[in-house]
Structure formats: C-alpha cells, structure tokens
Nanobody, 115 residues
Framework: QVQFVESGGGLVQPGESLRLSCAAS????????MGWYRQAPGKQRELVAT???????NYADSVKGRFTISRDNAKKTVSLQMNSLKPDDTAAYYC?????????WGQGTQVTVSS
C-alpha cells in the first residue's frame, strides 16, 4: 500500500521559514520524480516544486528563489525548505509522485502564514 506522510507545517509570520518533510512507503521511491503540491481554500491543487529521480529541480514561478526541494532516496523522504514565506503561501501541502498517483494522497500538512 502506497502511503505519503507529510509533516512540518505550522503557523508562521510573513518572512519566516518552515521545512516540510514527507515519508513515502509502498513504492520504489528512487525511480519516481517527486513533488510538493499545495491547495489553498477554494483553489485547485497546484504543483509547486519537483525533483527528478536524479535530483534535477523545478519550481512554480510563485515560489522560485524562496523554496528548495530535496530528497533522500535511502530514507525515502522528500523535503521542502520554505523561506521568506508570504500570506499567499497559506495552504495544505502534500507530497506525491510527479505526475501524481491520484489514489494515494496523504493527509497533508497545513501551512498558515499570517501576522
């Protein structure tokens, strides 16, 4: 059974940082591109950061220069370092493969950026 477990979210003020982590199980992690997605209330889920199986990265324009995605294939984890957070970054954050396995979304971790 495929499972993604996200952690690390919280309430922060604008300009602060958070680091999200995701532990994957039930898949051959190293062969997949992985991504962090987010969904804000009333909006569609969007892909914000991707890392290929060999470590190449890509970011949505809205987070480029502020977010950094990384992975540890041995531990089957993917992380998202988020700096200079903005209120518009407020959302539930999820990890999944890229493209996503539609039936395997985790619970996500909530990030709220507010003063």
């Amino acid at each position: 059974q495929v499972q993604f477990v996200e952690s690390g979210g919280g309430l922060v003020q604008p300009g602060e940082s958070l680091r999200l982590s995701c532990a994957a199980s039930g898949i051959i992690f190293s062969i997949y591109a992985m991504g962090w997605y987010r969904q804000a209330p009333g909006k569609q889920r969007e892909l914000v950061a991707t890392i290929t199986r060999v470590g190449n990265t890509n970011y949505a324009d809205s987070v480029k220069g502020r977010f950094t995605i990384s992975r540890d294939n041995a531990k089957k984890t993917v992380s998202l370092q988020m700096n200079s957070l903005k209120p518009d970054d407020t959302a539930a954050y999820y990890c999944n493969t890229v493209p996503p396995r539609s039936s395997d979304w985790g619970q996500g971790t909530q990030v709220t950026v507010s003063s």
